[in-house]
């Protein structure tokens, strides 16, 4: 099971010591690093400057946004950065949620997700291939654009950079079973949100027949601490804005998927308290018990135990969020 490291997305500004931070996963073997983005800072950039000062560790996007670039810049985006680390690129996507993608990108959110991602990733293949034109013949992104709008002079273009590696890996996050299905067919890999290792039943249909070298890469916020209940707050902290902060009352990906995780009724009410504008009250609704099954959190030897849950699964890639060098250090020697 390889590590990475989770920077996830800035807050009000860069994070003092992140950099410092990457080169001391570098240093203890860590395999890949990843950047995300929400409402402000990009996926890409924080990547570029991290390759720029480290010469080994894969450098992953968990995830850049769908709805942020059409699928030709974000192929764009990842063919030039992997020539720049020397093909260190590991492109992680993610479609997002309504109240992202049409209260930020001001786009509608598709009807049909599941062909939207299909289409979006036929194209950032066709690019990195580069073995013809690209052409799709698609309802959310055709190429060129047929649409009566269009002054009908597009014609299908073929990248004038050769990608660096036409099989660049591709990954994807997704949660609903269908869509973490469909994944297993057209990407290498899977970002899980939440991933817990005693509950293999929740994603159990959709990971049927996994290729050779698919990758199962799951989020896991780690700490080593003395006490749980105080490492758990940052997790639990966490679990409260995706629950009741990304998405909206009617629709949201975030608290489906807890509920599906068998805290269907603790998922509401973290999602009432938090629409209300009760945050604090929110973050103390998240049960302990789940917060602490998709995390790390405690002692050396409970992370060390719980380790044992976590490599027992199909899970080949553990992206650990964590700010604190010694938390680092430990994993490495624990899964080295």
């Known amino acids: 099971m390889r590590l990475g490291l989770a920077l996830g997305y800035w807050g009000r500004g860069p994070e003092p010591g992140q950099l410092a931070l990457v080169q001391e996963a570098e240093r203890l073997g860590y395999d890949s690093v990843w950047t ?18 480290t010469s080994r560790i894969r450098l992953g996007t968990a995830v850049a946004q769908m709805a942020a670039r059409s699928p030709t810049a974000t192929a764009m985006h990842a063919l030039t950065l992997d020539h720049l680390s020397g093909g260190r690129v590991l492109l992680g996507l993610g479609l997002s949620g309504p109240q992202v993608v049409e209260g930020w990108y001001g786009r509608p959110f598709p009807a049909s997700p599941l062909t939207a991602t299909r289409e979006y ?33 597009g014609r299908p273009l073929k990248s004038i950079t050769h990608p660096l590696r036409g099989d660049l890996p591709l990954l994807l996050g997704a949660e609903g079973p269908r869509n973490v299905a469909q994944t297993t067919r057209i990407a290498d890999g899977w970002l899980p949100l939440y991933w817990s290792p005693t509950r293999p039943d929740v994603y159990e249909a959709s990971l049927t027949g996994l290729r050779d070298g698919f990758m199962v890469a799951p989020l896991v916020r780690a700490t080593v601490c003395a006490d749980v209940q105080e490492g758990l707050l940052p997790v639990k902290a966490m679990l409260g804005f995706y629950i009741g902060g990304m998405g909206h009352a009617k629709r949201n990906f975030h608290a489906d998927l807890m509920a599906r995780m068998g805290f269907a009724d603790e998922a509401r009410r973290v999602r009432e308290l938090f629409l209300a504008g009760r945050r604090e009250e929110a973050v103390r609704a998240v049960p302990d018990a789940f917060a602490d099954e998709i995390s790390l959190v405690g002692p050396r030897e409970r992370i060390a135990e719980r380790l044992e849950l976590w490599r027992e699964g199909p899970v080949t890639d553990l992206l650990v969020l964590a700010r604190e060098p010694h938390t680092l250090r430990a994993l490495a020697e624990l899964c080295g």
């Open 36 to 53: 995300a983005e929400a409402w402000g800072s990009d996926a890409f950039t924080p990547l570029t400057w991290i390759a720029a000062h």
């Open 121 to 153: 990733v036929d194209v950032v293949r066709q690019v990195l291939r580069r073995a013809a034109p690209v052409t799709l013949d698609g309802h959310f992104h055709p190429l060129p654009y047929p649409g009566d709008d269009g002054s009908g002079l």
